[in-house]
């Protein structure tokens, strides 16, 4: 689908001219409406990436020339609400119950004869829907406008969090009103639903967080409901949430069945689970809830059981509820799958922050469709909790997470066995390297920083913008380099040669002597970015930057005690102890002398005291869109070395924002704070006055 620019048509006229823009936004929004649908609701898009971008780049265009024209539910308009301090609390139209559950085909048959009863013994119709294991979120629409989204919070009461809301993209920001006329839903809606967070996008959630040194969510349902109620929408968005509806709750009964509930949902443009079944009788239920017990497995996101509703809405109200739940629907919830094994061994995996996890080997045994091998067992208090030895017989599950865990110990079947204890290795299993578990710490680390496991990670993130900047280093070429053995420690880095990289896959002489000279430029880094490097746990780019003023040289930072560090400002005992642990590892010791003898810079620079102007002290900065002049690197170090700093979000504590061309949300939320706004000009003059 194309969209054509009409501005050249109507410069005649300046009101024709800004009737046709208008109409031209108007049109863009409802193509990008309707791309959007088909794309997160559907998940059947009909253009391309690229092409969906033309659309919406083009349209923020436009609203960039003509603000007056923008309106709150522009596709636009997503991310754009303020980061907050807290939620507001709001009450709920009507409660938001839970569901009664049930585990057995018993159960369900005794819930189903209850039901008849009540309906005087005639036949009753069901609903059979998957139980999306998420959170639960209302949705309120007045005239056809996205006004509110609430959590459940405790069902009385919930959390207005509807800037967040506004990020998941299969959640419409408008209804067209003639869809909702045809509903016959023309006053305000109110529907229900559970936030989700997809299998993949934990995943990929999870990769960073432990890349970042963050933990790791459990399982989607926590990051989900942890996600959705994140201060900063702009993070929310990144998170990739997805809204799927089951319920309206608007007061005039306009529907008289569920399912047709479900397909005016689906009409509205609302994202509707499209495995839901109409069920004659409970045996359709049954069957429908075998079906999905290993099929749930397929599926691109969890689902913890199968929930059955009274399809007629009339029985329904008849039914009413309980004070916690409905009478007229039950949760089936799928037993996790179990199954008795024997632990053969217990071995170590280094993770890519050190972490040593203690993994169960298993007899194997057939789980839930898959031959299972290995189970997690997380850590050492978690084996001490177990009280689990090699050789034990013991129960293996598979819940909604996909690694399997050993639950607990037959310690019944002990008799007779030959049982071994198993001990934390006190040395890295990979490399020999010294392991250490932190003070209120679960996991155990391997602190050498060139253990193998640890090496891709470790590279990766030297290499990262933030650090030593060496871009041509990408995650395929850090693999060959790790993978081929030309690089085991950060330091090899440095002493790579041409024939050595060209004789990896697909890389030329050329590519070859461009990554030489960037790792080469890279040697220039300051101080505190050679800190930040290291990756030492809890250093922070923050962090490195206040050590290495505070200590001038890495020698004086890898001499001083855990007390001498602590003087440092923002570094508690944690921190303290984890630098003071790097700087003993003898390996680490060697890896500095090394990164030294290549001629990576070991002293602070001075810092330039001409610049040192009151004004700047103490100012913070926020930096966004393009600059001409100025790397965005170039503008932070600018700034910093006059005294200011340079922060990444706008808040009340922002006091400039410099906005390049194309700038981002920041450029908004600085104008409805009332920030004061440099352009690139602006930016040079302050620093000519000083
Ligand atoms: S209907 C009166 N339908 O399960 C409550 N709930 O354990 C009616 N859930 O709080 C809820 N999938 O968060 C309904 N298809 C579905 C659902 C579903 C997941 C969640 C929901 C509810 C919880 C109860």
Redesign the pocket.
């Known amino acids: 689908m194309g969209c054509t620019p009409k501005l050249h048509l109507n410069m005649g006229s300046m009101t024709s001219g800004h009737k046709s823009i208008h109409q031209e936004i108007e049109n863009l929004r409802e193509q990008i409406r309707h791309h959007e649908h088909r794309y997160y609701v559907l998940d059947d898009p009909e253009i391309s990436d690229p092409e969906f971008d033309l659309l919406m780049n083009r349209l923020k265009k436009l609203e960039a020339q003509h603000p007056e024209l923008i309106t709150p539910d522009s596709p636009s308009r997503r991310v754009g609400g303020k980061p907050r301090e807290g939620f507001v609390q709001v009450a709920h139209s009507a409660p938001?119950?839970?569901?009664d559950n049930v585990y057995t085909e018993q159960e369900l048959r005794d819930f189903d004869r209850k039901v008849r009863e009540a309906a005087g013994n005639g036949k009753v119709g069901y609903v059979a829907?998957?139980?999306?294991d998420g959170?639960?979120m209302a949705v309120v629409y007045h005239r056809g406008a996205l006004q509110r989204a609430i959590t459940?919070g405790n069902g009385i009461v919930g959390e207005d969090v509807t800037e967040n809301a506004r990020t998941i993209r299969s959640l419409p920001l408008s209804l067209s009103p003639a869809r909702l006329t045809k509903a016959h839903l023309d006053g305000d809606l109110e529907v229900r639903g559970?936030v989700l967070l997809a299998k993949k996008a934990f995943d990929r959630l999870n990769d960073q967080r432990e890349r970042a040194g963050l933990p790791k969510f459990a399982n989607p349902r926590n990051a989900a409901a942890g996600s959705i109620r994140l201060l900063e929408p702009s993070i929310v968005a990144q998170r990739q949430l997805d809204y799927f509806c089951?319920?309206i709750t608007t007061g005039r009964p306009v529907f008289t069945e569920q399912a047709q509930v479900l397909s005016t949902l689906a009409d509205l443009g609302f994202k509707v689970n499209p495995h839901w079944k109409r069920c004659a009788s409970i045996e359709d239920v049954l069957e429908f809830c075998r079906s999905w017990e290993d099929r749930r497995e397929t599926l691109p996101y969890e689902i913890d059981g199968i929930?059955v509703k009274v399809n007629s809405l009339a029985l329904q109200a008849e039914l009413g509820s309980t004070a916690k739940?409905?009478r007229w629907?039950v949760?089936y919830k799928y037993a996790a799958r179990q199954v008795v094994t024997q632990v053969r061994d217990v071995v170590v995996s280094v993770g890519r922050t050190g972490a040593l996890t203690p993994v169960a080997i298993l007899e194997p045994v057939a789980l839930g469709g898959v031959t299972v091998g290995r189970a997690t067992l997380h850590n050492e208090d978690e084996i001490r909790r177990l009280g689990l030895k090699i050789g034990d017989m013991v129960v293996v599950e598979r819940g909604g997470e996909v690694i399997p865990k050993v639950v607990r110990v037959e310690t019944d079947e002990r008799q007779g066995r030959h049982l071994r204890e198993f001990d934390m290795p006190l040395k890295c299993p990979v490399c020999g390297g010294k392991v250490v578990r932190e003070e209120g710490e679960a996991a155990s680390r391997c602190i050498n920083i060139d253990c193998p496991a640890r090496l891709r990670e470790s590279i990766r993130h030297f290499a990262g913008r933030r650090a030593m900047a060496i871009d041509g280093l990408g995650d395929v070429l850090v693999d060959q380099l790790v993978e081929t053995g030309l690089v085991r420690s950060l330091a090899d880095l440095y002493e790579l040669r041409e024939d050595d990289l060209t004789k990896l896959a697909r890389m030329g002489r050329k590519s070859a002597q461009n990554i030489l000279a960037e790792i080469d430029q890279s040697r220039k880094r300051p101080l505190d970015r050679l800190i930040f490097a290291l990756g030492i746990r809890f250093v922070g780019e923050r962090t490195a930057g206040i050590l290495a003023e505070q200590f001038g040289s890495m020698d004086r930072l890898a001499e001083a005690v855990v007390e001498e560090l602590q003087t440092a400002a923002e570094v508690g005992p944690k921190v303290a102890a984890s630098i003071y642990s790097f700087f003993k590892e003898p390996r680490n010791r060697e890896l500095v002398e090394r990164l030294r003898r290549q001629g990576l810079q070991m002293k602070a620079q001075e810092k330039r005291v001409t610049h040192r102007d009151s004004r700047l002290v103490g100012q913070t900065f926020v930096l966004t869109g393009t600059l001409q002049k100025y790397s965005r690197d170039e503008a932070k170090e600018k700034i910093e070395s006059a005294g200011g700093h340079v922060a990444g979000l706008v808040s009340k504590k922002t006091n400039y924002v410099v906005a390049g061309s194309d700038p981002g949300s920041k450029l908004e939320k600085a104008r409805t704070l009332g920030i004061k706004i440099l352009s690139e000009e602006d930016f040079d003059e302050l620093f000519h006055e000083s």
């Open positions: 938001m119950m839970s569901l829907e998957l139980k999306l959170m639960s459940r559970e089951y319920l929930v739940a409905p629907a949760a």
